[in-house]
């Protein structure tokens, strides 16, 4: 029997001959478990096959070929994981999915056919999901090699340390290697390297095989390759392998000085570039620019001036040409003197601009305008203003009203509730913006005129159109009020539906319903008006309903046109025959209020008499009335004004005065209106009206049942039928009309096409009108609503002469424009800046150098000293149109030293010869590396690119020298290995 070590033997064994040398232990358990659950899935489907051709048990069959394909399936995934170069971590995963695949196979096992589908309960879910998961799970690791599983993943750390030695690597110039071989008997032997790193390529390949082609094509090239000495300097022309022309200059040992600034598609582009730098560069003058110069160049006959620092940064330029260079010298110092003075216009959200405008008629003015942060006009006011001052005080007072605004929408009726001083005022809006209504009269309080405008909206739509010629009696509700009487007065009203007493001496009640009676809560009252809605009579006491008022009324006509008119101002005596025919006296006031009363009947005028003359005795001053019929009496009250009131036969007050009069001639001239209007029509007023009245023009008002008037005309119409046709249209605009309690300033919502906005006053005059309109009407109301959030904090300002504005350009940056007062463009600043903040800094830096700058001339060519972001510095040689035409490949430590190297490159441009490069060669230089001194050696193609070059510096140009042989000598036969 074969031990586990021979058949691990055996198993390696067949794998090198038949596969190859495997990598790990892994790697061959991986393969033979792949055959093998292959071998095992093969053999279950072939005994389906054949099993199900025959007669066998189709349960049994179906069950066990499941079985063994489940398994072989499970099998071949987890030896396909072992084979990839998964980590520790991803296989152990990957056993795990094994493991519940099987389980999904003994489940399977278990469940079929008694627990299958149809038969018994059904577990076929169950089954699939189990399997499905660990197989998913083995999947799952082998798909994500490539990203999470694999030693290499594309998101992961990479796992385990390379075997390759650190010089193969990259990571080390020199090192030793162990060669492992097989000698002649199969047996391992091996022999100890020496490596030295002694070239290294110039640029990197993406894929191995670039990496091979490049290398194949240095060893084909290489040996051939001469070493080009220069007795002299020398100007290197080339033609890269884009067809394009470029040239270096190299010293006589062979280091590079100086290359072109840009390609040439043409041979003689280039040497037309390095004539003219033999020519100019010799003599050509050294730029140095302190602090800050203005530039000019001309541009499509134009010329245009630059702001630049001492490193030949532009900070501004001009925005438009000018015809003259002298021209544009002037434009630049006037930018100088202009920057110097504006103020920075730097609007976080909005911003007032006060601005000097012409009127239509010629005269100058001061106006306002809002703007936002990108200095566009948002709003401009309608006035103008004699002074600056004027302008700034009407904005100013505007910006601190927008936060609180009402926002309204024209051709929506509104109602608008105001504040005049200390009193409340309201007007009602229709969809054509006419005020159709308003308040009668100031009110005290806001819930005042509220409650106007609600009960106007809540009335006006059933409310009738009743016009009072002369005057009217008007029969009205109120809310009910209880009718009480004590037993043996008289009762105050006249008819027999009214006049119910109960036998022991109770109260009627004027809402407490019966036959006939009313039963809707309210009890009726009655009122004499004229047209001015003047209240010359009205009743005294409730009525039960409207028939029993308008009998009241009846009463009163009849009363009073046989009443005579009775005055006094003290007491008086008063004998009178009772409803049933006895006599009564007793005593009253002035006011008409009964201080004492016979308490008995008399059968006659004179008992009656005599016995109130005993009581006369105790009250001389009184006077003796005698009342047969109705009588009117005018009457002073205790604070001496004067009144009249109607007193029936039986002394009961059936009509007085509404008001008092100053005199006992107003008085008595109040009631001849009654008397005079006596006749006037009834009508029942259970709703309220719309009352049109002629003063000059036509009028209307709304009026309650209570005789309150709520609202008033909001214009005038010229006859009675304009007036009548116009009430449908306010009835509707009163109806649904929304709320807005306004100040002193609105913002208004109005569509003429697009969507815009003005801001009304408090009596709606146009303060501003928007400069622009919106597609949307919610992009109009954003705008608006940022106008009120940021009102409060708005700058005000006025641009003298020039401001600075500071813009935001989006995702490109920062940025700033010098602007007029008219918003013409005068400079610009060349680049953006990351933020607000480094802007505001790049602007106070323009504003130091700008007023100190001097003036930049190129001649035909300029040498022109630079610094990199290192702060090592550098040459450059350019032309009249500021165009670099040459740059120095070496740096320095300070522009002193540039200068000093400079002068020797003069003398290299005029000793330096022209030279082609057409084939692969050498080229030794001194290094480069400011750090080091010494050689090295660089591989150049024909085309000017370095293909290789030293991994170090040598100390001598002769051991440089002697390592490019080496490599020369051994890289054509090199062999190539690879290193991950």
């Not at 040689?877 to 740059?887: F, N, Q």
Request: proline share 3%; glycine share 8%; aromatic share 8%.
């Amino acid at each position: 029997m074969s031990s586990p070590s021979d058949v691990h033997h055996k198993l390696y064994r067949l794998y090198e001959r038949y596969v190859g040398e495997p990598d790990s232990t892994k790697d061959v358990y991986g393969y033979w478990l792949f055959i093998v659950g292959y071998v095992i899935a093969a053999a279950a489907v072939f005994t389906f096959v054949v099993g199900y051709a025959g007669d066998a048990d189709t349960y049994g069959l179906i069950r066990m070929t499941g079985v063994i394909a489940g398994t072989g399936l499970a099998l071949c995934l987890f030896g396909i994981v072992l084979m990839l170069p998964v980590r520790k971590r991803g296989i152990q995963v990957s056993a795990l999915g094994l493991l519940i695949s099987f389980g999904g196979v003994a489940f399977f096992a278990w469940a079929y056919p008694y627990n299958w589908r149809e038969l018994g309960t059904d577990y076929s879910v169950h089954v699939i999901l189990v399997y499905t998961i660990g197989v998913g799970i083995i999947a799952g690791v082998t798909a994500l090699v490539p990203v999470l599983t694999g030693r290499k993943g594309m998101f992961v750390e990479e796992e385990g340390d390379t075997e390759d030695p650190p010089i193969l690597t990259g990571d080390a110039l020199e090192g030793a290697q162990f060669a492992v071989f097989r000698d002649d008997n199969g047996d391992w032997k091996w022999n100890v390297l020496h490596l030295e790193a002694l070239a290294t390529s110039n640029e990197s390949a993406v894929t191995r095989p670039k990496a091979t082609e490049g290398i194949e094509r240095v060893q084909s090239q290489i040996s051939s390759a001469g070493l080009m000495e220069l007795t002299t300097s020398a100007f290197r022309l080339y033609e890269d392998r884009d067809g394009s022309w470029q040239w270096t200059l190299a010293r006589d040992d062979g280091s590079v000085v100086g290359t072109c600034a840009g390609e040439f598609s043409e041979r003689d582009g280039a040497e037309e570039s390095v004539s003219f730098l033999k020519d100019r560069g010799p003599k050509a003058d050294v730029i140095e620019i302190d602090g800050a110069a203005f530039t000019y160049a001309e541009e499509r006959d134009q010329w245009h001036w630059q702001l630049v620092d001492d490193e030949r940064l532009p900070l501004a330029s001009g925005a438009n040409g000018h015809g003259t260079q002298g021209n544009a010298e002037t434009a630049a110092r006037t930018f100088a003197e202009r920057f110097d003075q504006a103020r920075v216009l730097d609007l976080e959200h909005v911003g007032a601009e006060l601005y000097e405008r012409t009127g239509d008629n010629g005269a100058n003015g001061w106006s306002w305008r809002f703007v936002d942060n990108q200095d566009s006009p948002l709003a401009a006011a309608t006035d103008a203003y004699d002074a600056r001052r004027d302008a700034e005080e009407a904005a100013d007072a505007l910006l601190s009203e927008l936060g609180t605004a009402s926002v309204t929408v024209a051709g929506e009726p509104t109602y608008e509730r105001y504040q005049t001083g200390e009193q409340w005022r309201w007007r009602l809006v229709d969809e054509a913006e006419h005020v159709v209504a308003q308040s009668p009269s100031d009110v005290e309080t806001e819930a005042d005129a509220t409650h106007e405008t609600d009960t106007f909206g809540e009335h006006a739509r059933d409310a009738d159109v009743v016009e009072i010629e002369d005057a009217e009696y008007e029969v009205y509700p109120t809310d009910s009020e209880e009718l009480t009487y004590d037993e043996g007065d008289a009762l105050p009203a006249t008819s027999d539906e009214q006049q119910m007493v109960s036998t022991d001496g109770g109260t009627a009640t004027a809402d407490s319903g019966g036959e006939g009676g009313a039963d809707d809560g309210r009890s009726w009252h009655w009122r004499l008006v004229t047209e001015d809605r003047d209240v010359i009579a009205g009743s005294t006491e409730p009525h039960y309903d409207a028939e029993t008022a308008a009998e009241a009324i009846e009463r009163v006509r009849e009363q009073a046109s046989e009443a005579e008119l009775i005055e006094f101002e003290e007491a008086a005596f008063q004998v009178y025959e009772a409803d049933d025919g006895e006599w009564r006296w007793r005593l009253i006031d002035e006011d008409g209020n009964v201080l004492a009363d016979s308490g008995a009947e008399h059968t006659s005028r004179g008992e009656a008499a005599e016995a109130m003359m005993t009581l006369k005795e105790q009250a001389p001053d009184a006077e003796l009335l005698e009342i047969e019929t109705a009588a009117f009496e005018l009457f002073v009250n205790e604070d001496d004004e004067w009144g009249w009131r109607l007193i029936d036969e039986a002394g009961q007050l059936v009509a007085e005065d509404p008001s008092t009069h100053p005199t006992r001639g107003a008085a008595r001239k109040a009631m001849n209106r009654l008397l005079e209007h006596l006749d006037s029509d009834v009508r029942t007023m259970d709703d309220a009206i719309f009352q049109p009245y002629a003063a000059e023009d036509w009028h209307w008002r709304f009026v309650l049942p209570t005789g309150e008037t709520v609202a008033v005309a909001g214009d005038t119409y010229t006859t009675r039928d304009e007036l009548v046709d116009a009430i449908p249209a306010v009835r509707n605009a009163a109806e649904s009309a929304q709320d807005y309690t306004i100040g002193t300033v609105t913002i208004q919502l109005y569509r003429s096409g697009d969507w815009s906005f003005r801001l009304l006053d408090r009596d709606r005059k146009e303060i501003a009108d928007a400069t622009d309109t919106c597609v949307e009407r919610d992009a109009a109301l954003e705008v608006v609503e940022t106008l009120k959030a940021h009102a409060d904090d708005a700058p005000i300002f006025t641009i003298e002469d020039a401001a600075i504005r500071v813009t935001d350009a989006n995702d490109d940056g920062w940025t700033w424009d010098l602007v007029d007062r008219e918003r013409t463009v005068l400079a610009s600043a060349v680049d953006t800046a990351a933020s607000r903040e480094e802007l505001h800094e790049e602007i106070e830096t323009v504003r130091q150098l700008a007023p100190m700058a001097g003036r930049v001339d190129f001649d035909v060519a300029s040498f022109e000293l630079v610094a990199d972001e290192d702060d090592r510095w550098q040459w450059r040689l350019i032309d009249e149109d500021g165009r670099t035409v040459a740059t120095g490949s070496e740096s320095h430590e300070s522009s002193e030293a540039a200068r000093e190297a400079l002068e020797n490159v003069r003398e290299l441009i005029d000793a330096a010869s022209i030279l082609e490069i057409d084939s692969v060669s050498f080229e030794l230089h001194t290094a480069e590396d400011e750090n080091e001194d010494g050689w090295v050696w660089r591989l150049v193609d024909e085309y000017g690119s370095t293909m290789a070059q030293s991994t170090q510096v040598y100390e001598s140009r002769t051991d440089a020298r002697e390592a490019m042989n080496n490599v020369k000598a051994e890289a054509p036969e090199g062999w190539i290995t690879f290193t991950e």
